[in-house]
Protein backbone atom coordinates (compact mmCIF):
# COMPACT_ATOMS: atom_id res chain seq x y z
CA UNK A 1 0.00 0.00 0.00
CA UNK A 2 3.31 2.13 0.05
CA UNK A 3 3.61 1.78 -3.04
CA UNK A 4 0.22 3.26 -4.05
CA UNK A 5 0.95 6.11 -1.61
CA UNK A 6 4.19 6.78 -3.16
CA UNK A 7 2.71 6.40 -6.75
CA UNK A 8 0.03 9.08 -6.19
CA UNK A 9 2.11 11.95 -4.99
CA UNK A 10 4.44 10.86 -7.85
CA UNK A 11 1.29 11.59 -10.06
CA UNK A 12 0.52 15.01 -8.66
CA UNK A 13 3.79 16.06 -8.57
CA UNK A 14 4.26 15.52 -12.26
CA UNK A 15 0.81 17.37 -12.64
CA UNK A 16 -1.30 14.26 -13.77
CA UNK A 17 -3.90 15.31 -11.60
CA UNK A 18 -4.16 18.87 -12.65
CA UNK A 19 -6.56 17.79 -14.93
CA UNK A 20 -9.29 19.48 -12.49
CA UNK A 21 -8.21 22.54 -13.94
CA UNK A 22 -8.60 21.48 -17.73
CA UNK A 23 -12.49 21.35 -18.61
CA UNK A 24 -11.65 19.02 -21.88
CA UNK A 25 -9.97 16.46 -19.80
CA UNK A 26 -12.47 16.53 -16.87
CA UNK A 27 -14.94 15.69 -19.20
CA UNK A 28 -13.22 12.79 -20.42
CA UNK A 29 -12.79 11.83 -16.93
CA UNK A 30 -16.49 12.41 -16.88
CA UNK A 31 -17.54 9.96 -19.63
CA UNK A 32 -15.27 7.21 -17.69
CA UNK A 33 -18.52 5.30 -16.07
CA UNK A 34 -20.87 5.61 -19.35
CA UNK A 35 -17.71 4.44 -21.28
CA UNK A 36 -17.40 1.49 -19.12
CA UNK A 37 -20.62 0.31 -19.14
CA UNK A 38 -20.88 1.05 -22.60
CA UNK A 39 -17.84 -1.35 -22.79
CA UNK A 40 -19.17 -4.56 -20.77
CA UNK A 41 -22.60 -4.47 -22.71
CA UNK A 42 -20.66 -4.88 -25.82
CA UNK A 43 -18.37 -7.63 -24.53
CA UNK A 44 -21.43 -9.74 -23.49
CA UNK A 45 -23.53 -9.00 -26.56
CA UNK A 46 -20.28 -9.90 -28.74
CA UNK A 47 -19.49 -13.13 -26.77
CA UNK A 48 -19.07 -16.30 -28.41
CA UNK A 49 -21.38 -18.64 -26.33
CA UNK A 50 -18.61 -20.32 -25.35
CA UNK A 51 -17.09 -17.66 -23.45
CA UNK A 52 -20.69 -17.17 -21.97
CA UNK A 53 -21.10 -20.58 -21.19
CA UNK A 54 -17.51 -20.91 -18.89
CA UNK A 55 -18.60 -20.60 -15.28
CA UNK A 56 -16.07 -18.55 -14.42
CA UNK A 57 -16.14 -15.43 -16.97
CA UNK A 58 -19.19 -14.14 -15.19
CA UNK A 59 -17.06 -13.46 -11.70
CA UNK A 60 -13.55 -12.54 -13.57
CA UNK A 61 -15.34 -9.56 -15.54
CA UNK A 62 -17.29 -8.58 -11.76
CA UNK A 63 -13.52 -8.66 -10.55
CA UNK A 64 -12.10 -6.87 -13.29
CA UNK A 65 -14.61 -4.22 -13.20
CA UNK A 66 -13.77 -3.64 -9.17
CA UNK A 67 -9.81 -3.70 -9.99
CA UNK A 68 -10.27 -1.44 -12.92
CA UNK A 69 -12.13 1.35 -10.67
CA UNK A 70 -10.24 1.51 -8.00
CA UNK A 71 -7.15 1.87 -10.00
CA UNK A 72 -9.09 4.92 -11.69
CA UNK A 73 -9.48 6.39 -7.67
CA UNK A 74 -5.70 6.23 -7.53
CA UNK A 75 -5.26 8.54 -10.44
CA UNK A 76 -8.46 10.26 -10.78
CA UNK A 77 -9.42 10.69 -6.68
CA UNK A 78 -11.97 12.81 -6.09
CA UNK A 79 -11.75 13.35 -1.92
CA UNK A 80 -8.26 12.96 0.15
CA UNK A 81 -9.99 12.17 2.60
CA UNK A 82 -11.13 8.83 0.82
CA UNK A 83 -7.91 7.72 -0.09
CA UNK A 84 -7.82 3.61 0.45
CA UNK A 85 -5.49 2.46 3.44
CA UNK A 86 -4.27 -1.29 3.90
CA UNK A 87 -6.90 -1.73 6.69
CA UNK A 88 -9.69 -0.76 4.22
CA UNK A 89 -8.55 -2.30 1.10
CA UNK A 90 -8.39 -5.83 3.29
CA UNK A 91 -12.09 -5.63 4.59
CA UNK A 92 -13.48 -4.51 1.08
CA UNK A 93 -11.52 -7.42 -0.23
CA UNK A 94 -12.75 -9.20 2.61
CA UNK A 95 -16.71 -8.72 1.97
CA UNK A 96 -16.27 -8.74 -1.99
CA UNK A 97 -14.89 -12.39 -1.80
CA UNK A 98 -17.83 -13.02 1.19
CA UNK A 99 -20.28 -11.90 -1.27
CA UNK A 100 -19.33 -13.84 -4.26
CA UNK A 101 -18.96 -17.30 -1.96
CA UNK A 102 -21.65 -17.45 0.82
CA UNK A 103 -23.93 -14.73 -0.08
CA UNK A 104 -24.22 -15.85 -3.58
CA UNK A 105 -24.43 -19.82 -2.62
CA UNK A 106 -26.93 -18.70 -0.18
CA UNK A 107 -29.00 -16.49 -2.68
CA UNK A 108 -28.80 -19.74 -5.24
CA UNK A 109 -30.04 -22.20 -2.90
CA UNK A 110 -32.46 -20.47 -0.66
CA UNK A 111 -34.11 -18.31 -3.18
CA UNK A 112 -32.85 -18.96 -7.35
CA UNK A 113 -33.03 -22.50 -7.35
CA UNK A 114 -36.16 -22.73 -5.35
CA UNK A 115 -37.59 -19.93 -7.95
CA UNK A 116 -36.76 -21.90 -10.88
CA UNK A 117 -38.14 -25.17 -9.45
CA UNK A 118 -41.55 -22.89 -8.52
CA UNK A 119 -41.58 -21.88 -12.57
CA UNK A 120 -41.29 -25.63 -13.93
CA UNK A 121 -43.98 -26.52 -11.50
CA UNK A 122 -46.66 -23.96 -12.62
CA UNK A 123 -45.29 -23.79 -16.15
CA UNK A 124 -44.02 -20.11 -16.38
CA UNK A 125 -42.13 -20.16 -19.53
CA UNK A 126 -41.55 -16.60 -21.36
CA UNK A 127 -38.98 -18.05 -24.03
CA UNK A 128 -40.63 -14.77 -26.17
CA UNK A 129 -38.16 -12.57 -24.11
CA UNK A 130 -35.08 -13.97 -25.23
CA UNK A 131 -36.16 -12.67 -29.03
CA UNK A 132 -36.23 -9.22 -27.98
CA UNK A 133 -32.95 -7.32 -28.80
CA UNK A 134 -29.94 -7.76 -26.58
CA UNK A 135 -29.92 -3.96 -24.86
CA UNK A 136 -33.44 -4.17 -24.42
CA UNK A 137 -33.00 -6.92 -22.18
CA UNK A 138 -30.72 -5.69 -20.45
CA UNK A 139 -32.38 -2.52 -19.56
CA UNK A 140 -35.22 -4.89 -18.45
CA UNK A 141 -33.28 -7.13 -16.34
CA UNK A 142 -31.56 -3.97 -14.60
CA UNK A 143 -35.14 -2.66 -14.09
CA UNK A 144 -36.51 -5.70 -12.83
CA UNK A 145 -33.86 -6.32 -10.53
CA UNK A 146 -33.49 -2.85 -9.14
CA UNK A 147 -36.82 -1.93 -8.90
CA UNK A 148 -37.67 -4.93 -6.20
CA UNK A 149 -34.05 -3.24 -4.52
CA UNK A 150 -35.08 0.09 -4.41
CA UNK A 151 -38.08 -0.99 -2.04
CA UNK A 152 -35.96 -3.23 0.17
CA UNK A 153 -33.60 -0.40 0.41
CA UNK A 154 -36.20 2.05 1.45
CA UNK A 155 -37.86 -0.15 3.58
CA UNK A 156 -34.43 -0.82 5.74
CA UNK A 157 -34.28 3.04 6.26
CA UNK A 158 -38.17 3.13 7.20
CA UNK A 159 -38.41 -0.11 9.55
CA UNK A 160 -36.34 -0.33 12.87
CA UNK A 161 -35.53 -4.11 12.65
CA UNK A 162 -34.06 -3.89 8.73
CA UNK A 163 -32.51 -0.62 9.70
CA UNK A 164 -30.58 -2.01 11.91
CA UNK A 165 -29.47 -5.01 9.23
CA UNK A 166 -28.32 -1.99 6.79
CA UNK A 167 -26.75 0.59 9.29
CA UNK A 168 -23.51 -0.91 9.42
CA UNK A 169 -23.04 -0.18 5.78
CA UNK A 170 -23.83 3.40 6.55
CA UNK A 171 -21.04 3.24 9.32
CA UNK A 172 -18.29 3.30 6.76
CA UNK A 173 -16.53 6.94 6.64
CA UNK A 174 -15.13 6.69 3.35
CA UNK A 175 -16.40 5.42 -0.28
CA UNK A 176 -14.62 3.48 -2.45
CA UNK A 177 -14.93 1.15 -5.44
CA UNK A 178 -15.85 -1.74 -3.40
CA UNK A 179 -17.78 -0.93 -0.94
CA UNK A 180 -21.15 -1.64 -1.85
CA UNK A 181 -20.17 -5.59 -0.34
CA UNK A 182 -19.49 -4.10 2.70
CA UNK A 183 -22.49 -4.59 5.36
CA UNK A 184 -24.34 -7.10 7.85
CA UNK A 185 -24.85 -10.66 6.09
CA UNK A 186 -28.32 -10.55 6.60
CA UNK A 187 -28.27 -6.85 4.43
CA UNK A 188 -25.96 -8.22 1.97
CA UNK A 189 -28.26 -11.76 1.60
CA UNK A 190 -31.73 -9.59 1.27
CA UNK A 191 -30.65 -6.81 -0.87
CA UNK A 192 -29.60 -9.46 -3.54
CA UNK A 193 -33.07 -10.76 -3.57
CA UNK A 194 -34.80 -10.63 -7.24
CA UNK A 195 -37.73 -12.76 -8.91
CA UNK A 196 -35.65 -12.74 -12.39
CA UNK A 197 -35.12 -16.62 -12.07
CA UNK A 198 -39.08 -16.61 -12.92
CA UNK A 199 -37.81 -14.98 -16.42
CA UNK A 200 -36.34 -16.47 -19.31
CA UNK A 201 -33.67 -13.53 -20.52
CA UNK A 202 -31.34 -14.91 -22.76
CA UNK A 203 -27.81 -15.72 -20.86
CA UNK A 204 -25.96 -13.36 -21.75
CA UNK A 205 -28.39 -10.37 -21.44
CA UNK A 206 -28.52 -11.53 -17.66
CA UNK A 207 -24.69 -11.48 -17.27
CA UNK A 208 -24.60 -8.03 -18.81
CA UNK A 209 -26.87 -6.81 -16.47
CA UNK A 210 -25.40 -8.07 -13.80
CA UNK A 211 -22.21 -6.75 -15.15
CA UNK A 212 -23.54 -3.43 -15.71
CA UNK A 213 -25.06 -2.93 -12.20
CA UNK A 214 -21.52 -4.02 -10.87
CA UNK A 215 -20.16 -0.69 -13.04
CA UNK A 216 -22.87 1.54 -12.00
CA UNK A 217 -22.74 0.45 -8.29
CA UNK A 218 -18.69 0.50 -8.40
CA UNK A 219 -18.94 4.02 -9.57
CA UNK A 220 -21.92 5.53 -6.86
CA UNK A 221 -19.48 3.73 -4.23
CA UNK A 222 -15.96 5.04 -5.77
CA UNK A 223 -13.74 7.92 -4.70
CA UNK A 224 -13.28 9.07 -8.25
CA UNK A 225 -13.93 12.67 -9.43
CA UNK A 226 -16.40 11.39 -12.36
CA UNK A 227 -19.23 13.35 -12.47
CA UNK A 228 -21.23 11.79 -15.60
CA UNK A 229 -23.30 13.82 -18.26
CA UNK A 230 -27.23 14.11 -17.59
CA UNK A 231 -28.02 11.54 -20.38
CA UNK A 232 -26.47 9.25 -17.86
CA UNK A 233 -27.09 10.99 -14.15
CA UNK A 234 -30.76 11.18 -14.71
CA UNK A 235 -31.13 7.77 -15.04
CA UNK A 236 -28.46 6.04 -13.43
CA UNK A 237 -26.66 6.23 -9.76
CA UNK A 238 -23.79 8.20 -9.83
CA UNK A 239 -21.69 9.13 -6.41
CA UNK A 240 -22.95 12.37 -6.24
CA UNK A 241 -26.55 10.53 -5.35
CA UNK A 242 -24.56 8.43 -3.55
CA UNK A 243 -22.72 10.24 -1.38
CA UNK A 244 -25.35 12.48 -0.07
CA UNK A 245 -27.59 8.95 0.63
CA UNK A 246 -24.47 8.12 2.81
CA UNK A 247 -24.11 11.80 4.66
CA UNK A 248 -23.15 12.25 7.91
CA UNK A 249 -25.63 15.08 8.75
CA UNK A 250 -28.00 12.48 10.29
CA UNK A 251 -30.27 9.49 9.84
CA UNK A 252 -32.81 11.18 8.74
CA UNK A 253 -30.63 13.24 5.46
CA UNK A 254 -29.74 9.55 4.52
CA UNK A 255 -33.37 8.91 3.67
CA UNK A 256 -33.18 9.74 -0.09
CA UNK A 257 -31.38 8.34 -3.30
CA UNK A 258 -32.08 4.80 -2.87
CA UNK A 259 -31.59 3.53 -6.07
CA UNK A 260 -28.22 1.59 -6.09
CA UNK A 261 -27.99 1.59 -9.51
CA UNK A 262 -31.50 2.97 -11.48
CA UNK A 263 -31.78 6.48 -9.23
CA UNK A 264 -34.95 7.03 -11.87
CA UNK A 265 -36.76 5.12 -9.80
CA UNK A 266 -36.00 7.91 -6.61
CA UNK A 267 -37.57 10.47 -9.43
CA UNK A 268 -40.36 8.59 -9.84
CA UNK A 269 -41.09 8.13 -6.23
CA UNK A 270 -40.29 11.37 -4.89
CA UNK A 271 -37.01 10.10 -2.71
CA UNK A 272 -34.77 11.95 -5.27
CA UNK A 273 -32.54 14.84 -3.82
CA UNK A 274 -30.10 16.90 -5.30
CA UNK A 275 -26.45 17.18 -3.71
CA UNK A 276 -23.17 15.69 -2.46
CA UNK A 277 -21.72 14.93 0.78
CA UNK A 278 -18.08 14.74 1.44
CA UNK A 279 -18.29 13.61 4.81
CA UNK A 280 -19.78 10.44 5.03
CA UNK A 281 -20.69 7.77 7.86
CA UNK A 282 -23.19 7.81 11.01
CA UNK A 283 -23.36 8.25 14.40
CA UNK A 284 -20.25 9.29 16.34
CA UNK A 285 -18.49 8.44 12.49
CA UNK A 286 -17.17 5.46 14.31
CA UNK A 287 -15.55 2.74 11.95
CA UNK A 288 -16.84 -0.63 12.97
CA UNK A 289 -15.06 -3.61 12.70
CA UNK A 290 -16.51 -6.60 11.13
CA UNK A 291 -17.81 -8.31 14.16
CA UNK A 292 -19.47 -5.18 14.98
CA UNK A 293 -21.07 -5.16 11.73
CA UNK A 294 -22.07 -8.87 12.22
CA UNK A 295 -23.08 -7.88 15.76
CA UNK A 296 -25.00 -4.24 15.07
CA UNK A 297 -28.22 -6.04 14.74
CA UNK A 298 -28.31 -7.58 18.20
CA UNK A 299 -26.09 -5.32 20.30
CA UNK A 300 -28.96 -4.19 22.19
CA UNK A 301 -30.05 -7.34 23.26
CA UNK A 302 -26.10 -8.44 24.09
CA UNK A 303 -26.03 -5.33 25.87
CA UNK A 304 -29.15 -5.73 27.96
CA UNK A 305 -28.03 -9.40 28.71
CA UNK A 306 -24.69 -8.18 29.69
CA UNK A 307 -25.83 -5.87 32.52
CA UNK A 308 -27.88 -8.90 34.05
Known amino acids: ?35 TLAGVVAFWGFAPQSVVDTWWTLPVMALGIMAFIQCAELVFERHAGWRI ?8 MFYVAFGFGVIGWLTETLVESPLGQLKEALGIATPWLATWPFVVQVACVVLLIE ?3 YW ?17 HHHITQLNAMK ?30 FSSMGVISSFAHA ?5 P ?18 TALSYED ?22 ESEVVGQDDRRRLSIKEQWLFPFQGWLDKRAKG
Open 147 to 149: FGQ
Open 254 to 275: TRCNYGNSVILFDRIFGTYKDG
Open 85 to 92: NTRELLTD
Open 180 to 209: GAVGNPIELFLISLSVVALFDFDKAALFAA
Open 223 to 227: NVRAN
Open 1 to 35: MAYFTRRIAYLEDVGLQSDRGHPMKQRLIDLLPPA
Open 152 to 168: MHRWMHNWTPLWLTHAP
Open 229 to 246: PIWYSFFLTTIRHHSLHH
